[in-house]
Each structure stands twice: as C-alpha cells, then as structure tokens.
C-alpha cells in the first residue's frame, strides 16, 4: 500500500474513534468545547476523509494493476509483453512511451474536456458489467467510439519522430490530415496491430516485462 | 425543539453512521479492487452523508445557549 493511502487510513480511522466516543458519551458535546470538537470530528473530518479517500481511489482506478485486475482485461494485459516492436500497445508499454503504471489509462483516456469523466464514467460501467451483468468475451470488447488521433497526439505532436517522420512527410497533406483526424494513426493501415488478442495465443512474450 | 434524550439519540445515530461509514471507507482503501471503489462511494459514502445530514440537523434544531 502507497504511504499516502496508509496515512489517509490512519487518518480515516482516528477519525471513525473520535466519532465513536462522542456517539457512546453524547454528554461531551454539552459544553463549549464539547460542541466544538464535535462540529470537526462530526462534520469536517469526515468531509475531508471522504474527499482524500476519493482522490485515492480515483488516482488507483487509474493504475494498470486495477485494469488487468479483471479476468476479461487478462489477455490485453498479455498484448502488452508481446514481444514484437510493430505491435503498438507493447512497444510503448515496453520503451515506457506512456508510464508503466498509468498504461491503459494513458491511451484510453480523452485528451480533452470532461474526457476523463466521461472515462471514468464508462469504468463505472465496466465495474458494473463485470459484477452485475455479463461480460463480453475479451476478443469482442470493442472501444466505444473509434480511436481518436488527438489521443496519440498529445504526446507525440511536436516531437521529431512523429514531425519528421518519412512517412509522415511523403506528401504534403498527410501531417495536416492525421491532426485534423481525418486520417487516423489505428486504422488507415499504419499502426494497425493493436492488442492483436486473435494472434496472443503462441505469440512470443517479453519475459522481463513480467 | 428536540429533548435531552431525542438529541442524544439522534446524535449517537449520526456518530453510528458517520464512524461505519468511515470504516468501510478504510477498509476499501486497504482492500484495492474495483469493486471496492463502488462500495467505496456507494455504501461509504451513503453513511457519511446520512450521517451529516442528521448532525446538521442536530446543529439547526437546537437552541442556542446563552453563554
């Protein structure tokens, strides 16, 4: 357990005491100071407990650990020790393109307003899916909209490698049409070996990465 | 106007839910999965507020003592 999440627990805990004495021995709020203490123990620890103890949960749903934590998500975890620099998810998981703890996160998030809301949102629907309803076979889990380019470029506009790429200066309309997203870095046949799940099976995995 | 013993009643209920409430929260924040998250907000975070709610209401319903 990270130290700030155990000092968030410990601070959860003498908080859940202070409350528990003052809820056996209700005669202590009499007084001044009484009702003092139980105006911080009874209304603002546990705001600002809740408010820490949400930011932590947040921030975790947000690690790799707690994506590949579901049984249906075991195979994309796979997808990223696949040992094969062409296959986009591992070369970036693997050469720490996006942070190893952030992963999923990192590419499946929306760089844009509200768009880590509505991410979260859909996590929520994941959870529930998962817990509650029936979840569908890894190999058809199929993103909700069609991948977006402003997710790659958020961190790749302005870098050389993807600036003066060759191929993305054959012609002169091919940098103005992957910005606009009109010609997609996934799907126009470039970086198109995504979480490849059909060819895991026999695939050779980086053993270091586990 | 709530008596001595209405409020002290409603007080140990809000301090019940408030300290239930918080302890599901730690034991969430130890126990890291994702469906602690749901039980986090859902259950966690049900107590706390009943809990606030009613020590509000404690603070709103009762007279001010002369000091």
Known sequence: MPPATTLIVCLVLFSAAVIGILAARPGFTAGRGGKILAFVAMFCLPIFCGLLGFSSEMQRSKTTAFCLSCHTMEDYGKS????????LPASHYQNHRVPVDEACYSCHTQYAMFGGLKVKLYGLKHVFIYYVGTPPAPQDIKLYEPYNNRECLHCHQGARSFEEGVVHNADPVTLPAIRSNQLSCLSS????SVHDLAHLKGAKLWERGN | MLSTNQFEKLLRFAGVCLA???LIEALCLIWATPIAFIVFVAIGGLLILIGLVVYLYLQVSTPVADD
């Open chain 1, 189 to 192: 046949g470039c970086h198109d």
């Open chain 1, 80 to 87: 990223l020790l696949v040992d094969d620099p062409t296959h």
């Open chain 2, 20 to 22: 239930t409430g918080l």
